[in-house]
């Protein structure tokens, strides 16, 4: 014969299945709120609202958390042109100011894509690395003709020829977008027009596929001097050959 339970142990069991909802919803009130606080973080990145950001950082927030795809604070500031807020980030010791969203890219290459000149600058008196491996901030300032970043990480020792996972220069990068003035930056530096990517692409091959008619004529002009220099001067030493004999 079975008992039915006593007042008290119903009450307890009651009392118990309150307690967990009510933990529960107080823990989705928390994750709530805390998402609710992080979106506006990330929209005060966006919009350069540096007060909010360094308010956040004060109270804790990690410099290097990341956006629902993966995109770091600072690269997002980077992204959106945010100078204050990358600035702000930058000055705090815990961020790091080489970390890359889910396409490997960092700070540093979305300001050089971008054309941010100054922000190029602070990353690079910040020590941000100049030659990343694989695809590196000269082939993005590159790929959009920012002739004064070019020469900016030239001057800092950017590699000329840097290849990217594919072979990609900068100087194909430039060729593509038919950025002539970049592309004669590239080659008083010392870039190999000559050199090919995995496919067997040259820079001219680039300029050609995607249509870059001032490059097009520009590098044929070169090729072009460079044959008649060469055909000169063995024409000019077939005579003195000819003599010696």
């Known amino acids: 014969m079975h008992t039915a339970p006593s007042l008290p142990s119903v009450s307890r069991r009651l009392l118990r299945g309150l307690a967990l ?34 308010k956040a950082l004060s109270q804790g927030t990690d410099p290097n958390a990341t956006d629902p795809q993966g995109m770091p604070l600072i690269v997002l500031a980077a992204r959106e042109k945010s100078d204050k807020v990358a600035k702000a980030l930058m000055d705090d010791p815990k961020t790091d100011i080489e970390k890359t969203d889910a396409a490997g890219e960092n700070a540093m ?29 000269l082939h993005y300032a590159a790929a959009n003709g920012h002739d004064d970043i070019v020469k900016l990480l030239l001057d800092k020792s950017a590699y000329v020829d840097a290849g990217s996972p594919n072979g990609t220069t900068p100087l194909m990068m430039a060729a593509r977008g038919n950025y002539l003035s970049t592309v004669k930056v590239l080659l008083d ?3 190999d027009p000559s050199v090919k990517n995995q496919i067997g692409l040259t820079a001219l091959d680039f300029a050609k596929h995607y249509h870059a008619p001032d490059v097009i004529k520009a590098m044929q002009d070169m090729y072009a001097r460079q044959a008649a220099t060469a055909s000169g001067a063995a024409g000019a030493s077939a005579p003195a050959q000819n003599g010696a004999k």
Not at 44 to 49: E, L, R, Y
């Open 109 to 137: 290459m979305l300001a050089a894509l971008n054309g941010d000149t100054g922000l190029v600058k602070a990353l690079i008196d910040k020590g941000a690395e100049v030659n990343k491996k694989g695809w590196a901030p």
């Open 189 to 191: 530096a010392g870039a």
């Open 21 to 54: 909802t009510c933990a529960g919803a107080l823990a989705s009130l928390a994750l709530t709120a805390h998402a609710s606080s992080f979106d506006s973080l990330i929209k005060a990145v966006k919009f350069d609202d540096v007060d909010a950001v360094q």
